[in-house]
Nanobody, 129 residues
C-alpha cells in the first residue's frame, strides 16, 4: 500500500527557511507527477509547486506565483523522497502543507487535488511576523 509521510514543518519567523520532506513507501515515484499543496484555515487547498515527469527536454517544475523565487521542489530518487525548500518565509505562507503523488507518468501539469492519487498526512508550517 502506497504511503507518503511528510516532515519538517514548524514555527519560524518571517524571513526564515524550512525544508519539508516527503518520503514515499510502496510507491516508486521517480517518473511520476509529485506536488506540494497547502491549505490555510478557511481556504481551499492550493497547489504550491509540482514536479512533472522528465521528458527528453529535461526536468519540468511548476511554482505558484506567490512562491516563485523563494521555494524549490526537488527529489532524491535513491531515497524515494521529495523535498520542498522554503526560503524567505512570509506570514502568508502559514498553512498545512501536503505532499501528493500521482500514478500518471506523462502529460502536463496536474493542478487539482483530485488529479493526485496519494496524499501525506500534512505538516503544519507557521510563520510569525
Amino acid at each position: 500500500q502506497a504511503q507518503l509521510v511528510e516532515s519538517g514543518g514548524g514555527l519560524v519567523q518571517a524571513g526564515d527557511s524550512l525544508r519539508l520532506s516527503c518520503v514515499a513507501s510502496g510507491f516508486t515515484f521517480s517518473q511520476n507527477h509529485m506536488g506540494w499543496f497547502r491549505q490555510a484555515p478557511g481556504k481551499e487547498r492550493e497547489l504550491v509547486t509540482a514536479l512533472l515527469p522528465v521528458t527528453v527536454s529535461g526536468s519540468r517544475t511548476y511554482y505558484a506565483d506567490s512562491v516563485k523565487g523563494r521555494f524549490t521542489i526537488f527529489r532524491d530518487n535513491a531515497k524515494n523522497t521529495v523535498y520542498l525548500q522554503m526560503n524567505s518565509l512570509k506570514p502568508e505562507d502559514t498553512a498545512v502543507y501536503y505532499c501528493a503523488g500521482a500514478l500518471k507518468m506523462y502529460g502536463g501539469l496536474l493542478q487539482r487535488p483530485s488529479d493526485y492519487d496519494y496524499w501525506g498526512q500534512g505538516t503544519q508550517v507557521t510563520v510569525s511576523s
